[in-house]
């Protein structure tokens, strides 16, 4: 089992918020994960990561996909 962190949509049509989560590869977007390490809210502009826990996926071998790695460089 291979594991990403990626953006999975929550919120209203047109009050979008992601979560960043650990999830499976062959999992859909919104489907099931395995742990959420926090959330973005674009039109509020705050981001919230549990930072020991994104460092012990990244431990583990998951990697980030391209809009999240740009998230944690922040």
């Known amino acids: 089992?291979?594991?990403k962190l990626r953006l999975a949509l929550t919120g209203k049509t047109h009050q979008r918020s992601f979560r960043v989560v650990a999830?499976?590869?062959q999992s859909k977007r919104d489907g099931k994960f395995l742990e959420?390490?926090?959330s973005l809210d674009p039109k509020k502009n705050l981001i919230k990561i549990k930072r020991e826990r994104v460092s012990y996926w990244?431990?583990?071998g998951a990697k980030p996909t391209?809009?999240?790695a740009k998230i944690l460089q922040k």
Do not use: E, F
Request: net charge neutral.
């Open 1 to 3: 089992m291979s594991v």
């Open 66 to 68: 391209a809009t999240v």
């Open 36 to 38: 959420i390490l926090g």
């Open 23 to 25: 999830q499976d590869t």
């Open 58 to 60: 990244l431990s583990k």
